[in-house]
Each structure stands twice: as C-alpha cells, then as structure tokens.
C-alpha cells in the first residue's frame, strides 16, 4: 500500500544559500518516491531505493534534463540528504506532513 504526501517542502542549502521548492512524497513497500515541483518544467522524480540505512536514487532523466543524483536518511522526523544537480552539491532537508 502506497502513502501519498502533498505539499512537502523540500529545502536546498549550497553554496548560493537557501532554496525552497514544493512537491510530494510517495512510500510503497520500503522506497520513497520524490516529485519535487520544478516551475516551468517537469518534477524533478527520483525513486530511492534502501541501500544499507540511507535511501538514494536518480532522477529519470528525459532528454536535456538535468542528471540528479540524491541519497537521504531519516533522523527522528526529519529526512536529512545530500543532493547532486549538474555536479553542484546540497544537503537537503524534508519532512513529511502529519
């Protein structure tokens, strides 16, 4: 059974500061699917897949997208990670609503 989480915000720290995006979150059968929003184009979507006690995944590249790279591990009810867009590092932050 899969649980559907809308309206999460998704926060980006790099090097240029803080940045901020919306978009949902998807858990079925031990993954979590990513859709976060990308105005003006297509959702970022990374499927990740447990590996050891981290999440990660790759967004499904579609021709001219950007490659995303992304690995994440929930801490109490924070989801904590680092995401990789276009060889540009951030850690990044979630939480899932109530």
Known sequence: M????NDVLFEFFGADGLE???GKVIRRDGEM???VDCPGDRPYSIRGIPHRD???GRHQDQPNDVAVEAKWVCLDDLYIGIWIEDRR???????LPD
Not at 2 to 5: D, I, L, M, S, V
Request: glycine share 0%; charged share 30%; no cysteine.
């Open 2 to 5: 899969a649980n559907t989480y």
């Open 89 to 95: 590092e951030y850690l990044f932050r979630f939480r």
């Open 54 to 56: 981290f999440l990660r």
């Open 20 to 22: 901020q995006a919306r």
């Open 33 to 35: 699917a990513l859709e």
